[in-house]
């Protein structure tokens, strides 16, 4: 029979998790072996800087596409960071975009706030943008990104904010009472709040949360388990020939997931717990003026298809709804550059 302080130590372990380990004062070192080129990453180091907040906090963020460029600022998913911002750099220069990721709070470089909301989160977006002297700027949010970028369209100002974008972005739980929501709701809404340990072991036994290997070995792992996949339609295969072909893009996802867990491996964990409860606006009362593009796959494993109906149910005629057959995935693939292109010539 197990000592009565050892059942307690598990206990706490699977509800509240280890303890947050120290800020860390910038990106670890590259593996000396990696078989791609230093100058895949050079914007990891060289694009990413840190603004400090009134009240003391920092937010990390990092610039990619065209300096001089439309200002986007890019909410990345969860797992994430900063870093997927990156994925757009190209692109940003092709079509003329300044694409800026911004680390949450607790993530990346950014200093924790436990006690934010979604609203919160918002007002360290207009300070990135003020430290950054952009007159305006247009938003994309993809995945967890989503509520962020509607809590963003509540609070900014109408001369700073011109458009937002949404790819697979999860809609407030309380407005999805279809059964396709269950998964999300017991997730986001009962498991990350209450067992946080469990959904960091959920995340360790990936790839991608296998941060005891170097980011080149979680590449390996990953693209073995991607080649022996079967997709079971026609956007599966669209997503997992994407990941195939584009290595170096992996790469760089793995490590924006190491920056997401870098502070806090229960850091994503508690980002899912915030999108799982109230917003404290209704979705209604965003200003009627504000472009909308919502992009949503009707196969998405992750985000449920209702969710993007319900958000733009809610906006009205403001929203231009795009619906496909993809997964969360395919979906990012697929419309990559239409999504940008429709971005940059609204507002």
Not at 110 to 129: C, F, N, Q, Y
Not at 141 to 147: E, L
Not at 289 to 310: A, S, V
Not at 315 to 344: I, N, P
Request: glycine share 10%; charged share 25%.
């Amino acid at each position: 029979m197990f000592p009565i302080f050892n059942l307690k130590s598990y206990f706490d372990w699977i509800v509240y998790g280890p303890q947050a380990l120290p800020h860390p004062a910038g990106p670890p070192p590259y593996s000396q072996d990696s078989p791609f080129e230093s100058s895949e990453f050079t914007p990891y180091t060289e694009n990413s800087n840190i603004v400090t907040l009134s009240d003391g906090r920092k937010i990390g963020y990092a610039q990619y596409g065209t300096p001089t460029g439309k200002p986007v600022i890019f909410l990345h998913g969860m797992p994430g960071s900063r870093l997927d911002a990156g994925h757009f750099d190209d692109l940003g220069k092709e079509l003329g975009a300044r694409v800026i990721g911004i680390d949450r709070p607790g993530i990346g470089w950014s200093t924790p706030h436990p006690s934010r909301t979604l609203l919160d989160h918002a007002k360290d977006v207009e300070a990135v943008a003020d430290h950054l002297q952009l007159n305006n700027f247009r938003i994309m949010g993809v995945s967890a990104g989503g509520p962020y970028a509607l809590a963003c369209a509540k609070a900014l100002p109408r001369e700073k904010l011109l458009a937002v974008s949404i790819m697979c972005g999860f809609c407030p739980l309380e407005i999805d009472t279809s059964l396709k929501g269950t998964a999300v709701r017991m997730g986001l809404g009962l498991m990350y709040p209450f067992l946080p340990n469990v959904v960091r072991l959920l995340f360790q036994n990936s790839p991608i949360g296998r941060l005891d290997l170097t980011d080149e070995t979680r590449l390996d792992m990953l693209l073995k388990q991607v080649a022996a996949s079967k997709p079971k339609n026609a956007a599966g295969k669209v997503e997992r020939d994407a990941t195939k072909q584009d290595p170096g893009g992996v790469l760089r996802a793995l490590r924006s997931c190491r920056e997401a867990f870098s502070q806090d491996s229960n850091a994503p964990g508690f980002d899912g717990r915030l999108i799982g409860q109230r917003y404290y606006f209704k979705i209604e009362d965003i200003r009627k003026d504000l472009p909308f593009q919502l992009w949503y796959g009707t196969l998405d494993g992750t985000t449920p298809i209702n969710h993007g109906r319900l958000i733009a149910e809610r906006l009205g005629e403001r929203a231009q709804y795009r619906e496909s057959e993809d997964t969360h995935g395919s979906l990012q693939v697929r419309f990559k550059r239409e999504a940008w292109e429709a971005l940059l010539r609204s507002g």
